[in-house]
Structures are given as C-alpha cells and as structure tokens.
C-alpha cells in the first residue's frame, strides 16, 4: 500500500516573472517668463531721445580726434546702436556732422557776444584750438559748402570775424589793422593744413598762435 505521504503531490505553479516598471521621469520645470525690467522695455521716445543723445556725443569725438571721413559704422559702433538706428536719426554723414557742429557756432557767437573790444583775440584764439582739436569741423564746413546749396555756415563764420573785427578796429586796436573776415578765414584753413600734414602732437595751438597771430596774419597779406 503506498502511504498518504507518499502520494504525489501537485505540482507547483512556477512563479511568474516579475518585471520591474521603469522609474518615472519627473518632466521638467518650465522656468517662469521673465519679467521685463524697465531697460528691457521698449521706452518708445524716450530710447529714441537717448540713442540720439549717444550718437551725436561719439559723433563728436570721434569727427575731432579723427576727421570728417571717419566711417559711420565706426560712430555707431562707439555709440553702441545700430547703423539702422542712426539712419533713423541721421541721413547721411554731413548731417550728422552739422548738427554736431553747431555748437561751435553757438560757442563762437557767446565769445564775441561777451568778448568786448578784444574778442576777435578771443575768437582768433579759440579758432586755432579748433584747427588742431576739432579736425573734422574745417572739413565738415568745406563739405557743407560745395554740396548744399543754401548752407550757411562760412557765412556764420564770417560774419562773427566781421563783428569783433570792426569792434576792434573802432577800439583802435592796432594788431587788427585792415584785416578783413576772409584773410582770417583763408588764415584759418592754413591752419588746418599745417595739422593734417603733420604728425600727431606736432602742431599744437600755443605754436600756431605765434606763427598765425593776428599781426603775424596781417603782415603776411599786407593788411
């Protein structure tokens, strides 16, 4: 007989695999829209006001230390705007120039203005500054000259000579003798001349006023 223990016993049922689902990936964080600060807005006017600002400041280094012929990419550049920006403001590169020079006439006309009877030293004075600080203003002048028609600038400039000329002369200042705004004038671009053709630091305003003073000018063209 066989015994209850030694009866078959039922199979077990084999243990199913088990699979291990894959870890979820959390998604990621999207970063919060930033904000925009009161520089990165757009300031309409008052950006347009300050970009102008920006480029008649580097205008204005840039055409004294080098010439009328600097590149505008250069002034934008300095300035920290785009050409398209400064074309908004500016058309063409004498423009740019006559705006920025119209301070000096305002300057020279304050000079003879308050100068009194000796303003033509003054003016004569601050004119060959200019000659050596501010190359591009003979230049930009020239320019305006030959290509618009009404501009008006040498006339500006002559009439200021002509002013504390004939005060002078009235004064019986001597030095001025019968000098006429266009000797000045013609004085002044040889001036200029002197600084282009020479090397950096060579010509400086102290030497011209002794070789172009007044009474130098005066005796040179017989006046």
Do not use: C
């Amino acid at each position: 007989m066989t015994s209850r223990t030694d009866a078959v016993k039922p199979a077990s049922k084999p243990a199913e695999p088990t699979t291990r689902s894959a870890p979820k990936r959390a998604a990621p964080k999207r970063a919060a829209p930033k904000r925009s600060t009161p520089t990165q807005a757009n300031r309409g006017p008052a950006a347009a006001a300050e970009n102008r600002a920006a480029i008649l400041n580097a205008a204005r280094r840039l055409l004294a230390e080098q010439g009328y012929d600097i590149p505008l990419s250069s002034i934008a550049r300095e300035a920290g705007v785009s050409q398209g920006v400064m074309y908004r403001h500016f058309r063409s590169r004498l423009e740019l120039a006559l705006e920025v020079f119209e301070d000096n006439f305002v300057a020279m006309e304050d000079i003879v203005e308050s100068g009194g009877e000796r303003a033509i030293f003054q003016l004569w004075d601050w004119l060959l500054v200019k000659a050596v600080d501010d190359v591009g203003f003979i230049e930009a002048l020239r320019t305006a000259r030959a290509e618009v028609a009404d501009y008006n600038g040498a006339t500006r400039l002559r009439s200021q000579l002509d002013i504390a000329l004939d005060r002078a002369r009235k004064a019986g200042i001597e030095e001025v003798g019968q000098l006429q705004a266009e000797d000045l004038a013609q004085a002044w671009r040889m001036a200029h001349g002197l600084v282009i053709t020479s090397r950096d630091g060579e010509v400086t305003p102290q030497w011209l006023g002794e070789i172009l003073s007044l009474e130098a000018v005066r005796r040179l063209l017989g006046r």
